[in-house]
């Protein structure tokens, strides 16, 4: 049973996927830029055969999904999940109608198939999950005893700076800007905890690759610009509160913060830590 923080949680966080969807499928999962290079990285990872059948938990707006129908053809089967159903809705749209994919609306916390899938995958999903031990559960019970998973997920915070510049200088201005029950969104960023994660679930060969993307958000202005316009509704709303002056405080701090990786012609260049795990059933 979850709690009552996470169901709510659980709550807030659909109904902000539902928001911002449109904007991420633009700006970020469709571009294939920064950490999404990490898209075609998992789907060589986990080595999809043609015919295999695929489960791609969390599939937001079908990108990783997207790639994995390429590799399984026509003999081969693939599901998209998701809880966000404006996600699922633009993911039909971006994959062209097949006979063999599905996209369906799931929870990764409750779920079971009749079928068992030779593959599952999960693109920065994971750290969603409040209990994210039950939905690898879940993942492991759909799976083929001769199956895979591979899963992706972002680096701590602190190998993340394009969030954490930003991120680290708002909770000084709005400490209370993560509602309380929310999950740890980097729990799973080194490879100890998360290799930790998955073996609990009873998954086994396990092997974690760390990758260093780089990711041009342009001038700073750019940066900052375009993170406040793509910003999830809740935070927007608390920022736009801020008096003008502590509004112009926080910009300064995280234009310090950036300074670092600013390069010679203004543009900054930010490494971003992804890691992509494969384990057996
Ligand atoms: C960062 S997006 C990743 C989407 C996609 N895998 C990709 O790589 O573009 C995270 C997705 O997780 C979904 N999500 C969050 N909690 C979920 C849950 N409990 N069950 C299924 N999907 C969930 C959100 O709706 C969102 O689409």
């Known amino acids: 049973m979850l709690n009552q923080k996470a169901l709510e949680y659980k709550k807030r966080n659909m109904t902000i996927w539902n928001e ?3 904007r991420y499928h633009k700006r970020w999962a469709s571009v294939s830029e920064g ?9 060589e ?10 489960l791609d938990v969390a599939c937001g ?8 129908r390429k590799k399984v053809g026509s003999l081969g089967y693939v599901v998209g999940a998701d809880t966000s159903t ?8 971006w994959n062209d ?12 916390e409750n779920f079971s198939f009749s079928k068992k899938f030779d593959i599952i995958t999960c693109q920065y999903g994971l750290f969603f999950f409040p209990n994210a031990s039950k939905a690898l559960k879940n993942m492991k019970n759909s799976l083929k005893k001769s199956g895979k998973i591979g899963i992706s997920v972002h680096g701590k915070r602190e190998k993340v700076p394009f969030f954490s510049n930003i991120l680290d200088s708002v909770i000084k201005f709005i400490p209370d800007y993560i509602p309380p029950g929310s999950p740890d969104l980097d729990r799973f960023g080194t490879k100890s905890a998360l290799r930790k994660e998955i073996s609990k679930a009873g998954f ?18 750019n940066y900052w610009n375009n993170y406040m316009k793509y910003i ?11 008096e003008y002056s502590k509004r112009k405080e926080l910009k300064q701090m995280v234009k310090e913060k950036t300074s670092q990786y600013t390069i010679k012609n203004g543009n900054i260049v930010f490494p971003w830590q992804v890691l992509i795990l494969t384990a057996k059933y």
Do not use: M, W
């Open 20 to 22: 911002v969807a449109p």
């Open 35 to 43: 950490p999404f290079q990490s898209t075609s990285k998992l789907v």
């Open 45 to 54: 990872l986990v080595n999809i055969c043609k015919g295999d059948s695929v």
């Open 61 to 68: 707006t079908g990108v990783v999904t997207k790639e994995i």
């Open 86 to 93: 404006t996600a699922i809705n633009i993911a039909r749209k």
């Open 97 to 108: 109608k097949k006979h063999n994919l599905d996209f369906l609306n799931i929870d990764a």
């Open 204 to 221: 086994s060969k396990i092997s974690v690759k760390e990758f260093v993307f780089d990711y041009s958000p342009g001038k700073f202005e």
């Open 232 to 242: 999830a509704k809740p935070l927007k709303v608390k920022l736009n509160q801020l």
